[in-house]
């Protein structure tokens, strides 16, 4: 099985349950200003992750400079000491698995993105260097977002599993402070929720095991962060609840492909399973659009479809996946959407 079958399944794992949401949302157009520099081809790193589930049972710290998540500073913790010391291992660019908030037809959703950390190659390493860009934020997407408040700077984190549950526990900041256990004011409960779903998903998906994951601040069980109840180890919640019905996996925002037909893989839970695309220049000049069908209809499961016509370069495009509006009302539509730049 290849890597994209690998992150297609695990996908498919994760939304079984998902069921068709209502109404749909209105295509955006969106025109973003693209780095070549920046670009590259999605290369899913979830088989390593998966392959790699027992975890060395350690705990480790990052501490956060900046919001910069291209890198963790990994050190052991003085009161777990791991029976071999990853700081002695090499760094390396790694691929891995992080859920980030954006919008939907209806609110909003978690998609499941690719961000590239520098830290060791050892499970706990992946682990931590997810959880910490779903926090920090970082996502390729700019529709993504990260709800995690932003006034932690000097804040740390531990991030580890025993093989049963996975553990993330937050510290207080440089003074103490205790920024995370209450829910902030221009928060909504709702966006609460989400955030600390956004942390249990990613760090299943990064660990390759739907272990429960139990909640610390300052190395102590607390009964609640940003308000919501962590007294007890969390599942993850319903993807009918919490995941985007439209998302597309094997392409990044701003990668960099060859001149050629583009060949796009995704999950989506639409009606009697069709999903339309398009590609765009400029913003909104569509060039090539179809149709594809999901494997399933009503329930979040892949889809795979190959454009029409060559992309050629060098050049800048957008493409779009969505559902349809089947009212014929001009009801919104669940989207989402990458630039690309071909070669």
């Given amino acids: 099985m290849n890597n994209d079958d690998d992150l297609r399944q695990l996908f498919a794992d994760a939304t079984s349950e998902i069921r068709p949401h209502g109404t749909l949302d209105d295509i955006r157009t969106r025109t973003k200003k693209v780095d070549p520099m920046a670009r590259r081809w999605f290369l899913p790193s979830l088989a ?20 910069d998540t291209s890198s963790t500073n990994i050190a052991t913790s003085p009161s777990d000491t ?22 939907i037809a209806r609110g909003q959703r978690l998609f499941l993105d690719t961000v590239r950390v520098t830290t060791c190659d050892a499970p706990d390493c992946r682990l931590l260097a997810a959880v910490s860009a779903a926090v920090n934020g970082g996502s390729t997407d700019p529709d993504y ?50 955030a600390i779903q956004q942390l249990v998903y990613t760090a299943q998906a990064a660990h390759g095991e739907k272990l429960p994951v ?20 969390l599942a993850a919640g319903s993807a009918d609840d919490l995941l985007a019905p439209v998302q597309i996996t094997n392409v990044v925002d701003g990668a ?12 989506a839970a639409a009606f009697e399973a ?10 909104d000049a569509v060039i090539d659009s179809g149709f594809a069908t999901a494997a399933e209809c009503c329930t979040l ?16 495009y957008t493409l779009v996946v969505h559902d349809n509006d089947e009212s014929g009302e001009g009801r919104p539509v669940n989207r989402d959407s990458k630039e690309i730049v071909v070669e």
Avoid at 148 to 159: E, H, L, N, Q, T
Avoid at 256 to 267: E, I, N, R, S
């Fill in 214 to 233: 139990r909640f610390q601040f300052d190395h102590a069980d607390t009964p609640t962060l940003l308000g919501v109840a962590t007294a007890e180890p």
């Fill in 145 to 194: 977002t990260s709800p995690w408040p932003k006034d932690r700077a000097g804040a740390s984190m531990v991030v580890n599993s025993d093989g049963d549950q996975i553990l993330i526990d937050f510290e207080a900041g440089p003074n103490g402070e205790d920024l995370l256990t209450r829910k902030p004011s221009a928060m909504s409960v709702a966006a609460a929720e989400l």
């Fill in 48 to 67: 390593a992750a998966a392959a790699t589930a027992l975890v060395i049972g350690g705990a480790f710290w990052m501490t956060r400079g900046t919001d």
């Fill in 82 to 103: 791991p029976t071999k010391d990853l700081n002695a291992l090499p760094e390396v660019a790694l691929d891995v698995p992080v859920y980030f908030v954006g919008d």
């Fill in 301 to 316: 499961s892949p889809y795979e479809f190959t454009t029409n016509i060559p992309l050629e370069g060098p050049g800048t």
């Fill in 274 to 283: 069709n999903v339309s695309w398009e590609i765009l220049v400029g913003g």
């Fill in 256 to 267: 960099t492909v060859p001149a050629g037909k583009l060949t796009v893989k995704g999950m």
